[in-house]
C-alpha cells in the first residue's frame, strides 16, 4: 500500500514540531492499517475521511481518502479552518 501526500498536508507537515511529528505518525499509521477508522464526510467533501486525534493536549485532524492500495493525506491541523482550507 502507498501513502501519498498532497501539497497542503506537506505544507503543514514540514512545520510541525518533532513531538506533534510523531503523534501524527501515528495517527497515519493508525489510519493505514484501518482506513475506517476516519468519519467519512457528506455533500462537497464526499469521498473525504477525517481521522480525529489527540497531538499534545490538543485534538488534530487528519483529512484524507483512500483505496485499498493507497491512502491520499489531504491536510493536517486543528478544527478552527480546518474544513475550509481542506477546500483550498
Same mark, same amino acid.
Given at each position: ?10 505544507? /503543514? $507537515? &514540514?512545520?510541525?514540531?518533532? #513531538? *506533534? ?28 475521511? /477525517? $481521522? &480525529?486525534?489527540?497531538?499534545? #493536549? *490538543? ?30
Amino acid at each position: 500500500m502507498k501513502i501519498k501526500q498532497k501539497p497542503a498536508f506537506k505544507k /503543514v $507537515y &514540514k512545520k510541525l514540531h518533532k #513531538n *506533534q511529528l510523531k503523534k501524527v505518525g501515528d495517527a497515519i499509521r493508525a489510519i493505514a492499517k484501518d482506513p475506517l477508522l476516519g468519519q467519512e464526510k457528506h455533500g462537497d467533501l464526499t469521498s473525504i475521511f /477525517v $481521522y &480525529k486525534f489527540d497531538c499534545i #493536549n *490538543q485534538q488534530y485532524l487528519l483529512a484524507y481518502q483512500w483505496s485499498e492500495e493507497y491512502r491520499i493525506l489531504l491536510f493536517v491541523g486543528v478544527h478552527e479552518n480546518f474544513y475550509k482550507k481542506l477546500n483550498h
